[in-house]
């Protein structure tokens, strides 16, 4: 017997972490915000579901249940391939994930992912017509030509073998299928590093960077660029002590403290080395937050180095 959708018991760490399923369910309440979290690549062994800890973490902040439908895409195929569960190419999955917004009845849909998951995230999100998506580092292109006019070869290989064997359906150029909607388009936030692609680089070239741009043409985007992180900026924001605060306030609307976070006497040495090289010390602050630490812990710092010289 199959269970209704509010019976579905809820999901645990465990579930989550040894589930062989592509799409797992959390408990539903009908009427509460969905979420729809899209899982990253993973080369060297099935990816993981994403965002689960990150929600659960949400819920006790904002004193709220969210829905939580959780998504990988096990053929790492930046979801264009078999969900097993959902379907076999994005309209199909897009019908199931439509079903499954049906049956739980939410107040708001928010899809959310990074890297491959992102480019779930805004393709679903966008087909699905929901209200919000999150996407951290995404691509906005899957088509290997237009890729190639970028210089954007970091995931060729996977467009090529779509373009070789298409599915059923794709979509391949999210710009283009946002421009595409006759209706309003979902609340796009694009969270993205701007440190440049290669080490020691003297341009400030990021490939992430070109890809929220293009996404920003598209309308109804907001950018958040991070200039101290590359493509990994979810794990640069769980470094910095600043993903929570920012799911928190993209999501429900809610802003949380400042994590207490101490200036270490390695940054007290960095402070002071540029103090005497005569950075200005707001600038000094700016960067201090930029690495996650509070405005006013960065000002006492700043402060207390310059008192000491």
């Known amino acids: ?29 009908p009427g509460e915000l969905l979420v ?3 899982g990253f690549v993973s080369w060297d062994k099935r990816p993981d579901f994403d965002f689960y800890g990150r929600l659960k973490k949400l819920e006790q902040n904002s004193g709220r249940h969210i829905n939580k439908v959780l998504v990988r895409d096990s053929g790492n195929s930046w979801y264009h391939r ?12 897009a019908q199931s994930l439509r079903a499954l917004i049906d049956a739980i009845r939410p107040s708001k849909v928010v899809t959310i992912g990074q890297s491959m998951g992102a480019y779930g995230a805004l393709m679903y ?3 699905l017509e929901v209200q919000q998506v999150i996407a951290f580092g995404p691509l906005s292109l899957l088509d290997p030509q237009h890729a190639l006019l970028y210089h954007e070869r970091r995931w060729l290989k996977v467009m090529r073998d779509l373009a070789a064997r298409p599915p059923a359906s794709g979509y391949y150029d999210l710009q283009a299928l ?7 388009l979902p609340d796009m936030h694009i969270v ?13 070239v990021n490939l992430d960077a070109m890809h929220a741009h293009r996404l920003a043409a598209a309308g109804n985007c907001t950018l958040y660029p991070f200039p101290y992180s590359g493509h990994p900026v979810v794990q640069h924001l769980i470094d910095t002590y600043r993903i929570n605060a920012l799911l928190a306030k993209i999501i429900t609307g809610i802003t949380l403290d400042d994590e207490a976070r101490e200036v270490t006497p390695d940054w007290h040495g960095w402070i002071a ?8 010390p707001e600038e000094l602050v700016e ?8 405005r006013a812990s960065s000002l006492d710092a700043v402060r207390a180095t310059s008192a000491a010289l």
């Open 1 to 29: 017997m199959t269970l209704a959708i509010t019976d579905i018991p809820s999901l645990d760490n465990r579930r989550v972490k040894t589930s062989t399923e592509d799409v797992l369910v959390d408990k539903v309440i």
């Open 192 to 204: 993205f590093g701007t440190k440049p692609d290669l080490d020691q680089a003297t341009e400030s």
């Open 178 to 184: 946002a421009r595409s909607k006759a209706g309003a």
């Open 125 to 127: 999100g966008l087909l």
């Open 273 to 280: 080395e540029n103090l005497r090289l005569g950075s200005p």
């Open 82 to 93: 078999t969900i097993a569960g959902l379907g076999e190419h994005p309209d199909e999955t």
């Open 36 to 38: 729809i979290a899209f």
């Open 287 to 294: 960067i201090l937050q930029h690495h996650g630490f509070a």
